[in-house]
């Protein structure tokens, strides 16, 4: 049983900083792979950026290589987005997802297929 919780959306203007935050509660304890999503109305859900069950690799989509961070405290049961330099473009619902399959095991997956479990989302938006 996986529960997760985002927080952290907001409002910020082009150019700012926001950063999101998941609490992970996993029953029986165990490391999963872990990642962001995003869904902007009227588009699919896309994969923003994932670390591996141990944190030693993480992938990003290409539009926010260089921009996005993905982290996580493993001691807090949590995991985070550090987004710098907001684009309008980058409005969307975020999601923090967890993965128990074995498809993504020690994999920094992006797929939406490849994670089993889901947040209720943290909306994120940048006026343009």
């Known amino acids: 049983q996986v529960h997760l919780q985002e927080s952290g959306g907001g409002s910020v203007q082009a150019g700012g900083s926001l950063k999101l935050s998941c609490g992970v509660f996993?029953?029986?304890?165990?490391?999963?792979?872990m990642g962001w999503f995003r869904q902007a109305p009227g588009k699919e859900r896309q994969g923003v950026a994932a670390?591996?069950?141990?944190?030693?690799?993480?992938d990003y989509h290409a539009s926010v290589k260089g921009r996005f961070t993905i982290s996580r405290d493993t001691s807090k049961n949590m995991m985070y987005l550090q987004m710098n330099s907001l684009k309008p473009e980058d409005t969307a619902t975020y999601y923090c997802?967890?993965?128990?399959?074995?498809?993504?095991?020690?994999?920094?997956?992006?797929?939406?297929?490849?994670?089993?479990?889901w947040g209720q989302g943290t909306q994120v938006t940048v006026p343009s």
């Open positions: 996993v029953m029986p304890a165990r490391r999963v792979c």
């Open positions: 997802a967890a993965s128990t399959l074995p498809v993504a095991d020690g994999w920094p997956a992006l797929q939406k297929s490849a994670y089993n479990y």
């Open positions: 670390i591996t069950n141990g944190g030693g690799a993480t």
